[in-house]
């Protein structure tokens, strides 16, 4: 009878020693995926730093502000290519919202379940996953010409490709991260909650209004912040239909030019060590944006996630 007792104690020992060592390799097999990606994403920024060097000791904080980009005589500047990525992203995050929300809050809270909801869940999807260039061809033969009528009837010059075209391709683009994100978090809302705003007379627009969307607002500014991410270093379509202008565009009608378009355009073509020096220094700046964009959406978010658990804890 001991005996059969320590054998049950001994094999109770073997099974815990088991999971244990299961565990700590677990652990350790997540630690080194995690300084594995910490490893990665320094090495690229190390191999840009180095790469950027001889533009960087020719040029130094001139590059970020000068305007002018002549390979020919050896002039570098990123100003036009900074502010076209800019104008380009910001603006097409500007056209996204009213589109995403809207699908978001339809398929949330007017269409649950149902034929018509999982069409337009699919359809809105499906544009994430049409390659860039398809999405450029159509906007080169479809929205560009379009465009160009528009800029006819207004008075102004019909270039049809420009700062407003790829702003409006981007906003295609974007709109499923958006509205993907939004649908979710909306659709997490406790019912209860909804219902007792409808128990005391409210309307559904007031519910959504003065509920749903401060509830949610935290998840729906990170969908906006991935989409704002997505269309920053966009690059295929944009090139398309942007103009590809290396100079500071006057209006957001006129053509244009982004960080990874230039990079993409000219990077084959760039013969001096200088050039190509240059256009890796655009790459390192396009990373270092979108770092602070990142770093600045999570500020955000983490603060508006605070300040909802601190109205929660006091109701």
Known sequence: MMESHSLSNNHKRSLKDNVERGERFFRAFLLS?????ILLVSSVLLTLVLNSLPSIKEFGLSFFTGATWNPVNGKFGALPF??????????????SVPFSLSISILISDYIKGGLLSSILQIFTELIAGIPSVVIGLWGLFVLVPLVRKLETKIGITPYGVGIFTASIILAIMIIPYSASIGREVLSLVPKEIKEGGFSLGATKFEVIKNISLPYAKSGILAGFLLSFGRAFGETMAVTMVIGNSNKIPKSIFMPGNTMASVIANEFAEATTKLYISSLIEMAL???LVSTVINIFGRYVIKRLSNEETEGKNLS
């Open 33 to 37: 995926l995690g300084v594995f990606m």
């Open 82 to 95: 900074l502010m076209g990525t800019l104008l380009t992203s910001i603006l097409s995050l500007l056209i």
């Open 285 to 287: 700046l396009l990373f």
